[in-house]
């Protein structure tokens, strides 16, 4: 099964970019990555996901080495909402043959004024 | 916007008691997924469901049960309450995937129901 590494908690000054850094060394080669984010006392809420191109949506930027042994999600210019816990998944296929994702224990950033 | 809505953010009931928890999707999408969330252990799948009437196991299901009546409604149900149950419970739901791997599974979660039992 592919599992994912983070730091458990960073921090960032507001205004400026949010670089979280996930680690997946174990990933295969047609396992997507995944960055989720929960922000206190509210279910998780999809960001962004990649396979091998980095991507970009109106939310953050994903950075994906060119071993996809890891990769980094970056918020451009964080904001206090900003503060949540941020989880990178990775997909499996089950012995079912059915699609899973695995959650971690993320990482809790924290975005100070 | 797609919205998942859960019955109850906040639910306390008694050890022995049968608990039902109501999830409801608007999106008309096929899979939908229950899930635990512990500190120190983070998200683990208890059960989903890819159509109306069928339900797989996920990782944990043991003293879980789930329904699946109508494609937009998926319960969980807890016949005998106990106190290791006590956890925030979490609904999702995406759309069926037709295969491959480059089929996407964003999935949407409802805001939570936190369950105590005492």
């Known amino acids: 099964d592919a599992k994912t590494t983070q730091p458990p908690s960073m921090d960032c000054a507001e205004g400026r970019a949010a670089n979280l850094p996930c680690n997946h060394s174990?990933?295969?080669?047609?396992?997507?990555v995944y960055w989720y984010r929960q922000i206190h006392s509210q279910g998780p809420q999809y960001i962004i996901h990649g396979l091998k191109n980095n991507e970009t949506n109106e939310m953050a930027s994903l950075i994906i080495t060119e071993d996809r042994k890891s990769s980094t999600l970056i918020l451009p210019h964080a904001t206090l909402r900003d503060t949540a816990v941020y989880y990178c998944i990775v997909r499996y296929f089950n012995a079912g043959n059915n699609r899973k994702l695995i959650w971690g224990l993320g990482t809790s950033l924290a975005v100070n004024p | 916007d797609v919205k998942v809505t859960q019955s109850s953010r906040y639910l306390v009931k008694r050890t022995g008691e049968k608990v039902f928890l109501e999830c409801v999707q608007d999106?008309?999408?096929?899979?939908m997924f229950w899930y635990r969330q512990d500190p120190g252990l983070g998200l683990r799948l208890i059960y989903f469901s890819y159509d109306v009437k069928m339900k797989e196991k996920g990782d944990i299901p043991e003293g879980y049960s789930v329904s699946r009546e109508k494609k937009e409604r998926f319960s969980l149900i807890l016949e005998s309450a106990s106190t290791n149950q006590t956890s925030m419970y979490l609904c999702a739901s995406t759309v069926r995937s037709a295969g491959g791997p480059s089929i996407t599974d964003t999935q949407y979660f409802g805001p939570g129901t936190r369950l105590t039992v005492l």
């Open positions: 174990t990933i295969s080669g047609n396992e997507y």
């Open positions: 999106m008309d999408h096929e899979n």
